[in-house]
């Protein structure tokens, strides 16, 4: 069984940053994708970043130039850092991995960004 735990989440100023964390553990295969994904209240659950195995990625228009994402192949961790954060940011942000015919979900961790 895959677990995703996250953590990093928290309240925030506009302009501010934080950094998102996601530990994957069980049988993960060596070619998969792991990413972030953000659903705000009342939105649907929305694409922010995607980085492949090969550390290709993808951002949403909304995030580029603004958030980061990255990779420890080793640990199957991924990061999202994000900078110069919005109040428009603020959501519920949720880990990833998809593998070839599976796929997983973190817990969530909450974003808050005031203005």
């Known amino acids: 069984q895959v677990r995703l735990v996250e953590s990093g989440g928290g309240l925030v100023q506009a302009g501010g940053s934080l950094r998102l964390s996601c530990a994957a553990s069980?049988?993960?295969?060596?070619?998969?994708?792991m990413g972030w994904y953000r659903q705000a209240p009342g939105k649907q659950r929305e694409l922010v970043a995607i980085i492949t195995s090969g550390l290709s990625t993808n951002y949403a228009d909304s995030v580029k130039g603004r958030f980061t994402i990255s990779r420890d192949g080793a640990q199957n961790t991924v990061y999202l850092q994000m900078n110069s954060l919005k109040p428009e940011d603020t959501a519920v942000y949720y880990c990833?991995?998809?593998?070839?015919?599976?796929?997983?979900w973190g817990q969530g961790t909450q974003v808050t960004v005031s203005s």
């Open positions: 069980g049988s993960i295969i060596s070619s998969n994708v």
């Open positions: 990833n991995l998809k593998l070839p015919f599976l796929g997983y």
